[in-house]
């Protein structure tokens, strides 16, 4: 089985922009999760779907948003970008519908200018 | 809610050697728990978890880690490093009920040396 994938792998940004991540769990799984990694906070969690539900959300603006679609796949979106919000960003999908053991992709690495 | 504490930033050690990797959490409610291990530039990966059962559990590439549920613990330990397993450590917990959610440690940069 194909693993999780994240597009785009790096993107730089400038302040102000808006961006669109995407994610494609493992084939068959219905959860994805979405993580914020920086240096300073450390990993933190952004929020989970489920069956094109959110259905949990970190302490995080309203500036950062999701989506999952009917396929599972999932997007989400940060509007105004600010400089903290340069980070690695996470993607993890599981099958379960409780909580599990979550699969991670490579990450997108989001730079902000 | 759930915390999880990494007393350690950095772990030097030599090769062949054994290590232990400190992780203590704090939950009001009954949790899972997780170890993952970052390479740079990747992702998280699995290395082990603990979800019920046996309070000593076995993962990849050597590592073990054991739950100690009244001094609320996860510490991870392998018996003879290598080289390779230089990268970042990460322990996780995730409440038993509801949804989907990984509280992190800091991490523990595992440094082996020759």
């Known amino acids: 089985k194909a693993g999780v994938t994240q597009t785009p792998r790096y993107l730089i940004k400038t302040r102000g922009q808006q961006v669109t991540l995407s994610c494609s769990p493992i084939?068959?799984?219905?959860?994805v999760s979405w993580y914020q990694q920086t240096p300073g906070q450390g990993l933190q969690f952004l929020f989970e779907y489920f069956s094109e539900t959110q259905r949990n959300k970190g302490n995080f603006p309203g500036r950062f948003s999701g989506r999952q679609f009917s396929n599972s796949r999932s997007e989400m979106n940060v509007s105004t970008l600010e400089l903290g919000d340069s980070a690695l960003y996470l993607c993890a999908s599981s099958p379960a519908a409780g909580p599990g053991e979550q699969f991670f992709g490579p990450g997108t690495r989001l730079t902000v200018l | 809610a759930q915390s999880v504490t990494q007393l350690d930033s950095q772990v030097p050690v030599f090769e062949e050697a054994p290590v232990e990797l400190r992780c203590n959490y704090s939950?009001?409610?009954?949790?899972?728990l997780f170890w993952y291990v970052q390479y740079p530039n990747q992702g998280l990966q699995l290395l082990l978890k603990y979800l019920s059962g046996s309070t000593l559990v076995k993962g990849i590439n050597g590592f073990e880690a054991e739950f100690n549920k009244s001094q609320t613990s996860f510490h991870l330990r392998k018996p003879s490093v290598h080289i390779s397993d230089t990268a970042e450590y990460f322990c996780?917990?995730?409440?038993?009920?509801?949804?989907?959610?990984?509280?992190f440690g800091t991490g523990t940069r595992l440094l082996v040396s020759p």
């Open positions: 939950s009001s409610v009954s949790v899972y």
């Open positions: 084939s068959g799984h219905r959860s």
């Open positions: 996780a917990v995730s409440p038993n009920t509801g949804f989907q959610k990984l509280v």
